[in-house]
């Protein structure tokens, strides 16, 4: 079983910076990529960010690339999302998701974590 558990969101205004940290509990996090989602009231669950297991591959969407940074440390069993140049339509639920095959026992998702940018 494994827990994930964000941490890090807030209130900032447009310009600045967060950083977002998702921590697992267990012993497979080294083992599995990681995203970041996020959620906008009214809007589907759009993805943010993916790293590889041993963190030498990432993805960003379209809207984030140049701005966030995705990064792992595996001896921590954690996961970070640094966000600059903030805007408001960044605004939303951030949720940390463990990407395990069905097949081998299926994915994690933590319960999120809130970020608001005000412009």
């Known amino acids: 079983q494994v827990q994930l558990a964000e941490s890090g969101g807030g209130l900032v205004r447009a310009g600045g910076s967060l950083r977002l940290s998702c921590a697992a509990s267990g012993r497979i996090f080294g083992a599995y990529s990681m995203g970041w989602y996020r959620q906008a009231p009214g809007n589907e669950r759009e993805l943010v960010a993916t790293?590889?297991?041993?963190?030498?591959?990432?993805t960003y969407s379209d809207s984030v690339k140049g701005r966030f940074a995705i990064s792992r440390d595996n001896a921590k069993n954690t996961v970070y999302l640094q966000m600059d140049s903030l805007k408001p339509e960044d605004t939303g639920v951030y949720s940390c998701?463990?990407?395990?095959?069905?097949?081998?026992?299926?994915?994690?998702w933590g319960q999120g974590t809130q970020v608001t940018v005000s412009s």
């Open positions: 998701h463990l990407d395990r095959p069905r097949w081998l026992g299926g994915d994690y």
């Open positions: 790293i590889t297991n041993g963190g030498g591959g990432t």
